[in-house]
């Protein structure tokens, strides 16, 4: 029973690229060749394939990973196209093979990549949202910082967990669940150094967000417990991966008494989860990120995201009312589609990024980053977590967008 089933699934699938010099020199098609043998070469993934190399123009390689069973062969097909075909493997493995092929265009430069991009799109559009970590187990694993020991992990675990408790009194918790957000002051107090210092990390690896520059103006990088460590920011990093295991925990939050629809309490049989690097955004003088919420309404009346709650810890010391910069939040505006409406609706209060404060909101609240107007030079730092939790989300899935026309035309030789 199973074996035709198998068969039915294991399918050929192909992919053409087509052409873009024309006609095309002898150099260009050997140089894809070439490019299709150093992508075998350079990637765990593929391995080359002796049987077939000789019996068509063009390579071939198998998938290890898939069992060996899929079969790849990249091709001039016709005077004006190259052809990827995929034998033996399923539509999500093949998916995969798009994949890899997509984080490598660069080396395929001369062929349109287009509908590449739209598989590998497709593709990760089709799976669904990623579950989470569990919020018990957010660090300690070693991925998130190899280099500590595990009775570091507990030690810093346990400093992380007591800080947290102290932070959320039942009263914090109370506002929280009533208002839909809550500030608490003087969570922790970070060295303007420590602060400084992320300034660095985001000219090597941040990049302004995929959004329009009529949205946001921030640039933004995504900390590992590692990359944390390095700018002094760990015990930060650790306080905001403690806050999901505490909600899991608290007897207060998982009873269902919310007064405030849209957050609904935790439960072990629903649990937050955590990601496991967390999100650091710098607004330099003039920068702003105008009114939107980190899971809104989509166009189906689902959810974007499987986001829950979000926590935003400041970084920025003296800061005051003139600097500009506040985080502007539409009191109970989840249900809004547009975010017009939900300006239009509801009121607000202005929280100033002070460093040391911890704002903590449902994630579907309507907010904006008012324009930082310091008119001194003054960077606006905060460090930032979502709670997760997928199952309650609504979403059906990541919309995977990445890349654009002006990226692509750089590709073309
Ligand atoms: C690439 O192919 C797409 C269709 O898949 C087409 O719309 C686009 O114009 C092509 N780009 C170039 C530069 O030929
Ligand atoms: C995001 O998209 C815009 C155009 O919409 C582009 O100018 C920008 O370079 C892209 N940024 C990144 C980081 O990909």
């Not at 990088?221 to 899991?248: H, I, K, T, W």
Request: with cysteine.
């Amino acid at each position: 029973m199973l074996i035709p089933s198998l068969l039915l699934v294991l399918l050929t699938h192909r992919l053409s690229f087509p052409l873009l010099v024309d006609p095309t020199p002898a150099s260009v098609v050997r140089r894809l060749d070439d490019a299709f043998s150093t992508l075998v070469s350079d990637d765990y993934f593929f391995e080359k394939s002796a049987d077939c190399t000789s019996s068509a123009k063009g390579s071939s390689a198998k998938v290890p990973l898939f069992g060996s069973s899929a079969l790849v062969s990249f091709r001039r097909a016709t005077p004006d196209s190259f052809l990827l075909t995929v034998s033996g493997c399923t539509a999500e493995q093949f998916g995969w093979i798009c994949v890899k092929f997509y984080e490598e265009r660069r080396k395929f430069k001369g062929l349109n990549h287009s509908g590449l991009r739209r598989a590998t799109a497709e593709h990760f559009n089709s799976l669904p949202p990623h579950p989470g970590y569990d919020a018990h187990a957010p660090w300690s694993v070693t991925d998130a910082d190899p280099s500590m020991t595990s009775s570091e992990t507990d030690l810093a675990s346990e400093a992380s967990a007591a800080l947290v408790r102290s932070l959320f009194p039942d009263s914090v918790l109370e506002e929280l669940s009533e208002e839909g957000f809550v500030v608490i002051d003087d969570a922790f107090s970070t060295s303007p150094a420590a602060a400084n210092s992320l300034t660095e990390h985001l000219t090597e690896a941040a990049k302004r967000t995929n959004q329009s520059v009529s949205i946001r103006t921030d640039r933004v990088a995504f900390l590992s417990r590692s990359d944390a460590r390095s700018c002094g920011l760990q015990s930060e990093y650790d306080m905001l991966m403690a806050v999901a295991p505490f909600l899991n925990d608290n007897v207060l939050w998982t009873v269902e008494k919310s007064s405030h629809a849209p957050v609904s309490p935790g439960t072990a049989a629903r649990p937050l989860t955590n990601p496991r690097n967390i999100q650091v955004a710098e607004y330099g003088e003039g920068d702003f990120y105008a009114t939107h919420s980190d899971n809104g309404l989509d166009e189906g009346g689902g959810r974007r995201n499987y986001r829950y709650l979000t926590y935003i810890y400041y970084l920025n010391d003296g800061w005051s009312a003139s600097d500009g910069g506040a985080l502007r939040i539409r009191r109970r505006s989840g249900d809004f589609e547009t975010m017009e409406a939900a300006a239009a609706c509801c009121d607000f209060e202005d929280v100033l990024p002070v460093g040391g404060r911890l704002l903590v909101f449902d994630s579907r609240l309507a907010h904006e980053v008012r324009p930082n107007v310091n008119g001194r030079g003054k960077i606006r730092r905060a460090l930032t977590l979502w709670a997760t939790r997928p199952e309650e989300s609504g979403a059906r899935g990541e919309v995977w967008d990445e890349g654009t026309e002006g990226e692509d035309k750089d590709e073309i030789d």
